[in-house]
């Protein structure tokens, strides 16, 4: 099972911070499938699944992460951005090389770099009129 503070350390080691009223809803929506994970998984893969796919939902969150980091009341911290499907893609091949039976796949977000498709497509009219 995944706690907020586990949550919380996991984000802020990506440099992600969520809100209470979104990270707390998350974490519970992860531990909706503890059964299939402990039913397929040992505790510790179990527990990799969870983390990836929160890490997942914060990717897609907020791509910011935390750079650096001072302190002793010179007060600090450096921001930058990598990029969304290079982090998304990262730890969404995490997740499912840890998740064989796809207890998380229903809850995967969406890749938020993925291009719609869309094609054209062209007919010509006519009739086709018995014999002719």
Not at 74 to 83: D, E, L, N, T
Request: charged share 20%; net charge neutral; aromatic share 10%.
């Amino acid at each position: 099972m995944l706690t907020i503070e586990q949550a919380r350390i996991y984000l802020a080691s990506m440099g992600i911070t969520l809100p209470d009223e979104v990270l707390v809803p998350l974490v519970e929506t992860i531990n909706s499938i503890n059964d299939c994970l402990n039913e397929h998984y040992s505790p510790a893969v179990a527990n990799m699944i969870r983390l990836y796919l929160l890490g997942l939902h914060g990717v897609v969150s907020g791509d910011k992460y935390v750079t650096s980091e001072h302190a002793p009341s010179g007060a600090s911290r450096s921001y930058a951005y990598k990029a969304l499907k290079d982090r998304y893609k990262s730890l969404f091949d995490l997740l499912k090389l840890w998740d064989k039976f796809g207890c998380a796949t229903d809850l995967i977000p969406t890749d938020p770099t993925a291009a719609a498709k869309a094609g054209l497509w062209v007919s010509r009219g006519g009739c086709y009129c018995g014999s002719k």
